[in-house]
């Protein structure tokens, strides 16, 4: 074993048609498996509502927000960044909690970009 240090993230997006949440996860895994990164057993989360749901009401979200507490995951990875919190003033709540955690937040939509900082080598 070389001792490289893993990237571990969790794959997190709100579903807003119901029925559609085993669909979400996929290209959020192929995004974090292009980079070498691994998703943890359980790390692959969504929510089932519209966008602009109040963070506090997204078990999922909770989830994920548990999981970094614990220290399993190094990041997240979204849709858009809309999927983590939809209006301005949430979404500077959770910037703040994810970057005081260290934890760096990449939106494959390619008209959003990645916030805090990605862990250094993970781009090939």
């Excluded at 963070?55 to 999927?83: E, F, K, Q, S, Y």
């Amino acid at each position: 074993m070389s001792g490289a240090a893993v990237t571990a993230v969790a794959l997190y997006a709100v579903v807003p048609v119901p029925g559609a949440e085993d669909l979400v996860p996929a290209p959020l895994a192929s995004h974090a498996e292009s980079r070498g990164w691994v998703v943890p057993a359980g790390c692959a989360v969504t929510d089932a509502g519209p966008l602009d749901q109040e963070t506090g009401l997204r078990t999922g979200w909770t989830r994920i927000r548990d999981t970094a507490c614990a220290g399993r995951i190094n990041g997240i990875v979204v849709p858009a960044l809309a999927h983590i919190a939809y209006h301005w003033n949430d979404w500077t709540v959770e910037q703040s909690w994810l970057s005081r955690r260290g934890l760096f937040v990449i939106a494959t939509d390619p008209t959003d970009q990645a916030v805090l900082p990605e862990p250094q080598g993970s781009r090939p």
